[in-house]
Structures are given as structure tokens and as C-alpha cells.
DNA sequence: CAATAGATCATCT
DNA sequence: GATGATCTATTGC
């Protein structure tokens, strides 16, 4: 693909038999960490449901107590719970009456923290996934985006709490992973806290919800 | 192009 | 009763 065209080739970059043969799984321990560094880290690995895949490039940091702008910041409710829990967990969350968000759980147990997912570049199970979302018309506008890419993927409430670290829900990470530019910029659609730099994406990639 | 309205419901005031 | 970590269609320049 050259750079700054869009692409309506919906082949598979890649068969999900490969992609699970050159990457492995992330363990528990790479999200008891700051949630900072592993929003930073989630990019470029692999989110996998079923048989559709995509590689993560962009996401937000949700922090706990200061950030207002954080479900957690309001305390420990039945829907926040899961923050409060051990990490390498989903926080899937309905929104605007239309849209699910999904989020990982950072931070060691007791310490709330997420990672919003906010665009996935298609690799595997596309054609699965156009059929989820029939209104894309463009392969970029198939997962870009933290509504859309749920759509896709098939990912609802029912993930909440579901351990991302196995399962049909889990996060992959390739064993050589290509390298990439981090970009860093304020949170996207928020209200408080709006200027702080939790927002992270992989430079100069098309499927980057803005550039 | 940019700006805006509408859809629609879990959660909290 | 208002709000919100969104997306889409439509209108207007």
C-alpha cells in the first residue's frame, strides 16, 4: 500500500494459523505495570477474538484517583469493580446508548487503571468483520475507532471481565515485531482533564482513528 | 471539506 | 433528568 491511499483490498494481511505461530501471548505481569507505560506498550501488538484480528495503533491511558476523566476516579461502583481487580482483564463499558468501549486493566490488584483500545489495523478475519460492520466502505474505516473496533470484533459487555491473557479474547504480541514511531497527544471526545498527553498511536499509520 | 443533529441507554445526581 | 472515553448521515460552504 502506498502512503496516504486508502485501501478497498479486504484480503487477510495475514492467515490466523501464521499470526498465532509468530507471536505469543501477553502475560498477566506485562499489565501490572503503570497504566501509562502499557498503553504505550499495547501498540503494535495483536487483538485477537475468534478468528478476527487486528494490531493495535492507538490507545488511551485511564488513570485512577486525579483523572477525573476515568470511570474510576468516581469510585468503586458494580460497573468499576473490574479496575479495581487484577490486571490483563477487559473493561467493556456501553456508551452514547449505541457503542461499547473496551478497555484493558492495568496497574496491580487494588490499584484501579485501563487502556482504552481506540483503532486496530485489520489483519485476519476481515471479511468477518465487514459483515459485522457492512457500512465500512474503506478498510480503514473497518476498525478505527473504539465503537468501531468492538463492532468488528464481536466484543460486548458480555467480555466484561473475561481474562485477556486466555481465552477467545486475548492480546498477542509478535515475536518480531516491526518497528514504529510512538505519536503522543491529548485524550480524544473527554471533558475533564482534556490537555493531559494519555493518548498514544503509531506515527504515520492510515488506521489511526485521527491523524 | 467542516459543522451539526440524532440515535439511545447505563449510570449517576 | 442529565450526561457521556461515539458514529453516521446530512447540510451547508
Known sequence: MKAGATSTDWSDRISLD?????????????????????????LGKILVHGHSAGRIVETEAYLGGEDRAA????????????????????YVFFIYGMYECLNLVAEPEGTPGCVLIRA????????????????????EELASGPGRLTQALAITRRHYGADVTRGPL??????DEPPFRVGV???IGIRHCADWPLRFFIEDNRFVSRP
Open 18 to 42: 501464521e499470526l498465532i505461530r509468530t507471536s505469543r501471548i501477553l502475560e498477566r505481569s506485562f499489565y501490572a505495570r503503570p497504566t501509562v507505560e502499557v498503553a504505550r506498550d499495547l
Open 71 to 90: 470511570h474510576a476516579s468516581r469510585g468503586r461502583t458494580a460497573r468499576t469493580e473490574v479496575l479495581f481487580g487484577p490486571p490483563g482483564h477487559a
Open 120 to 139: 486496530l489495523e485489520p489483519l485476519t478475519g476481515i471479511a468477518e468483520m465487514r459483515r459485522r460492520r457492512p457500512r465500512a466502505r474503506r478498510l
Open 170 to 175: 486475548v492480546v498477542r504480541a509478535l515475536v
Open 185 to 187: 497527544s491529548p485524550r
